[in-house]
C-alpha cells in the first residue's frame, strides 16, 4: 500500500503551485489513473514519487514506511516508466540498457535470465533487441523503456503515459500487462490521456486539475456518473 498525504510543490517564478494537498493512497493489486489536461500536475507527482523531486510539503509512504525515513526502499521496490523517451542510452542496445539498470539494481544473473525472455516477448522487442537505441522509433524506445521498469520485478510501479507512442498491438500488449501486474498483488500508478487504457486497466480514476485533485472515484462509481467523458472533472 502507498499513501500520499498532503503533498505541495511549487517552482520557482511560478505563481501556482504545481501541485496542492495532494493525499490518496493505493492498496496491493490496485491500478490508479492518474488524468489531467497537458500541465496538471501528473508527471510532477511522478516525479515526486520516483524521488527525482522533493516536495515542499507533505510525504509518501510504501508499506508504512516514509520515503523521507528510507528513499532506499522505496527505491529498491519501485520501478518507473518515464514519459518520453530520453532516459534510455543511446549508443547502448536495447538489451544493454535493460542489463544495465537491472544490474544497477540489484537483480542477480538467474532472476535476469529468468525475466528477460517473457518481457522481450510481451514488449515484442526481439526483433531490435541488439540494436542500438539510436536508431529507434519512438515506440521502439518505449516498449524498451517499459522492458527496463519491469525488469526488477517491482511492488510498486509508476508508468507516465506508458501508451504513448505505441502501436496499437503494443498498446494492447500494455494493458495486457497491467492487468496482469495487479493480478500479481503489484501497486500500480500510471498517468494517461488514453480513455480505453484508463477504463480497461484502472480501478480508480483520480483526475488532477490545476495541481489538485478534483476527483477520486472507483472506475464503476465514475462509468457509473459520467461514461467514459473523462472531461467532466478538467473544469475550472
Ligand atoms: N522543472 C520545472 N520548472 C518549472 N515549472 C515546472 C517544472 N516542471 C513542471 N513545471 C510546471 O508544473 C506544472 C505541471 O507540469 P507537469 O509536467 O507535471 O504536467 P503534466 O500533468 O504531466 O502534463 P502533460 O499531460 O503535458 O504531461 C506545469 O505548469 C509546468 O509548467
Ligand atoms: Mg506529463
Keep these: 500500500m502507498i499513501t500520499l498525504s498532503e503533498i505541495y510543490k511549487s517552482f520557482p517564478g511560478k505563481k501556482e503551485m504545481a501541485l496542492s494537498d495532494i493525499s490518496f493512497s493505493i492498496g496491493k493489486g490496485e491500478a490508479i489513473a492518474l488524468v489531467g489536461e497537458n500541465g496538471a500536475g501528473k508527471t510532477t507527482l511522478i516525479r515526486i514519487l520516483s524521488l527525482i523531486l522533493k516536495p515542499d510539503k507533505g510525504f509518501f509512504s510504501f508499506d508504512n514506511i516514509k520515503f523521507s525515513d528510507n528513499p532506499d526502499y522505496i527505491k529498491n521496490k519501485t520501478g518507473t516508466l518515464f514519459s518520453g523517451d530520453g532516459s534510455l ?33 510481451d514488449m515484442s522487442l526481439s ?94 462509481a465514475y462509468r457509473t456518473a459520467h461514461g467514459q467523458d473523462l472531461t467532466v472533472y478538467i473544469k475550472e
Design 89 to 121: 542510452y543511446d549508443r547502448l542496445t536495447a538489451e544493454e540498457n535493460i542489463k544495465y539498470y537491472a544490474q544497477l539494481n540489484g537483480v542477480g544473473k538467474n532472476d535476469y535470465r529468468k525475466r528477460i525472455g517473457p518481457l522481450i516477448e
Design 127 to 220: 526483433a531490435f533487441i541488439n540494436d542500438r537505441v539510436s536508431t529507434f522509433s519512438r515506440g521502439m524506445k518505449q516498449r524498451t523503456a517499459i522492458a527496463r521498469a519491469l525488469i526488477t520485478n517491482p511492488d510498486f510501479l509508476i508508468l507516465d503515459e506508458p501508451s504513448t507512442g505505441l502501436d496499437i498491438i503494443s498498446g494492447n500488449s500494455v494493458k495486457r500487462i497491467i492487468n496482469r501486474l495487479k493480478q500479481d498483488g503489484k501497486t500500480i500508478l500510471f498517468s494517461s490521456h488514453n480513455t480505453d487504457e484508463i477504463f480497461t486497466c484502472a480501478d480508480r480514476i483520480t483526475v488532477i486539475h490545476k495541481g489538485k485533485i478534483n476527483c477520486d472515484k472507483t472506475v464503476e
